[in-house]
């Protein structure tokens, strides 16, 4: 069983719409928890950062972390079809040594005007 | 523009060869981390260096090697390359060691 598991769809919604991304974990030393967007052959950007349990707001975008069920969620907003493209959420201990990141398989996400 | 800088781009070599692929951190950062992307396997870690010292390894193959040097620039290199190697190889940095980690453009590498 993977540490880290992703739907890796493919998902496709329409424009506007709000958008669900999830990930589950098994390693209860993760503390801290991050999603990045990957355009096809470019690297991993960086999109929201979070350290344990609760909410982070950015914008559109808004990152959940439930450790009790070692469960995180990515929600988009009003989706643009810029936001076409493969979310990988990734994990990491923190701790000296385990600063690592975990990642997901990546959900593609396809946004259609 | 993350900051972190990768070269070369491409890399299309053959089995049996040795490459070397650069990474250039971000200003101010001491952490260095490299990651594999393939298809089947996902993003992988291989290796961490920390200011010049190897921090953590996670599942590199011992053909493959890695250095930080005093200018914090690091070098991956792999040898005796395997058709198997061919994949996205990142590079990200830190400031320290759990802060946010910022991916360069990656080096895509092919081997025939």
């Known amino acids: 069983q993977k540490e880290v598991e992703q739907d890796p769809g493919p998902l496709s919604v329409p424009e506007g719409a709000i958008v669900s991304l999830n990930c589950t974990y098994s390693?209860?030393?993760?503390?801290?928890f991050m999603w990045y967007r990957q355009y096809s052959r470019k690297g991993p950007e960086l999109l929201m950062y979070t350290y344990s349990s609760g909410n982070k707001e950015d914008g559109r975008f808004t990152a959940q972390v439930d450790k009790s069920s070692k469960y995180i969620s990515l929600f988009i907003r009003d989706s643009q079809p810029s936001d076409s493209a493969t979310y990988l959420c990734a994990m990491s201990g923190g701790n000296f040594g385990n600063e690592k990141l975990t990642f997901g398989t990546g959900t593609r996400l396809t946004i259609i005007p | 523009d993350s900051g972190v800088t990768q070269t070369p781009k491409h890399l299309i070599t053959a089995t049996g060869q040795r490459v070397t692929l650069r990474c250039s951190p971000r200003?101010?950062?001491?952490?260095v981390y490299w990651y594999q992307q393939s298809l089947d396997q996902g993003l992988q870690f291989l290796i961490q260096y920390y200011n010049g010292e190897e921090r953590a390894k996670g599942n590199i193959l011992e053909r493959f090697s890695a250095q930080q040097f005093p200018d914090l620039h690091s070098e991956l290199n792999l040898s005796s390359l395997e058709l198997g190697d061919s994949a996205l190889y990142f590079c990200a940095s830190s400031l320290r060691g759990a802060d946010t980690q910022y991916f360069g453009p990656g080096t895509r590498l092919t081997v025939l």
């Open positions: 200003s101010g950062d001491l952490s």
């Open positions: 390693n209860s030393a993760f503390q801290y």
